[in-house]
Nanobody, 124 residues
Framework: VQLVESGGGSVQTGGSLRLSCAAS????????MGWFRQAPGKAREGVAV???????SYADSVKGRFTISKDNAKNDLYLQMNSLKPEDTAMYYC???????????????????WGQGTQVTVSS
């Protein structure tokens, strides 16, 4: 299984970015998928997950600004990020088979597969 993220970049405060995660030899529809991020000197944190039935969950810090979605036919996962803030600056990772998605513990970041990450930088 290979997960490849794309769409990162540098934007100013208030801007938008859309991250994508493409999977090879994998079926998104069966599992919980998610986005996590890690800023320099900080622990990795959960951003959002989407369960096989389409149910989504978000970190409080991104609710109302970020939207996770997936295209099962294309095996693509997305993260639309709006109203970006400097504190959103981090390396963003796509994850497959995220554990505990129906509880708050998905934020702990236990997952079966990870992408290599894509950098998001938000300047003030």
């Amino acid at each position: 299984v290979q997960l490849v993220e794309s769409g990162g970049g540098s934007v100013q405060t208030g801007g938008s970015l859309r991250l994508s995660c493409a999977a090879s030899r994998y079926t998104y529809s069966r599992y919980c998928m998610g986005w996590f991020r890690q800023a320099p000197g900080k622990a990795r944190e959960g951003v959002a997950v989407i369960i096989s039935d389409g149910t989504t969950s978000y970190a409080d810090s991104v609710k109302g600004r970020f939207t996770i979605s997936k295209d099962n036919a294309k095996n693509d996962l997305y993260l639309q990020m709006n109203s970006l803030k400097p504190e959103d600056t981090a390396m963003y990772y796509c994850a497959a088979e995220v554990l505990n998605c129906r509880t708050a513990y998905w934020r702990n970041g236990a997952a079966g597969y990870w992408g290599q990450g894509t950098q998001v930088t938000v300047s003030s």
